[in-house]
């Protein structure tokens, strides 16, 4: 019997409820901070083609999550997008140690 009660307790505190999921939700303003951040990060890229890319593809990405109702999925995008946030700054790291020393010619038009 004691047994019993014990295992009953601990289920009932593992399942999450619709107010613990919910809390695990990022505000709009989490992400509209992350949009900005992938946003910033891509325009830290020397190469015009992949700072172009890293911006269109922050852009389209959040077209795409624009119509998740789900706080599971909504989650599992804003933790993706973090993720990604991380990878960008690397590599912006990494390409600016080797960045071009001329200008590419969609730089030179716009500039």
Request: hydrophobic share 40%; proline share 4%.
């Given at each position: 019997m004691v047994t019993r009660g014990f295992l009953e307790s601990s289920e009932r505190s593992l399942s999450l409820s619709p107010m613990a999921s919910a809390a695990l939700?990022?505000?709009?303003?989490?992400v509209l901070s992350l949009f900005?951040?992938?946003?910033?990060?891509?325009g830290?890229?020397?190469?015009?083609n992949v700072r172009e890319y890293a911006k269109r593809?922050?852009?389209d990405g959040f077209r795409e999550s624009q119509t998740l109702s789900e706080p599971f999925?909504?989650?599992?995008?804003f933790a993706d997008?973090?993720?990604?946030?991380?990878?960008?700054?690397?590599?912006?790291?990494?390409?600016?140690?080797?960045?071009?020393k001329v200008k590419n010619m969609m730089?030179?038009?716009s500039g």
């Amino acid at each position: 019997m004691v047994t019993r009660g014990f295992l009953e307790s601990s289920e009932r505190s593992l399942s999450l409820s619709p107010m613990a999921s919910a809390a695990l939700v990022p505000s709009r303003a989490e992400v509209l901070s992350l949009f900005r951040s992938l946003l910033r990060t891509a325009g830290k890229f020397s190469d015009y083609n992949v700072r172009e890319y890293a911006k269109r593809r922050t852009i389209d990405g959040f077209r795409e999550s624009q119509t998740l109702s789900e706080p599971f999925s909504i989650s599992s995008a804003f933790a993706d997008g973090m993720n990604q946030l991380e990878v960008a700054n690397r590599q912006a790291v990494a390409y600016s140690l080797y960045a071009p020393k001329v200008k590419n010619m969609m730089e030179i038009r716009s500039g």
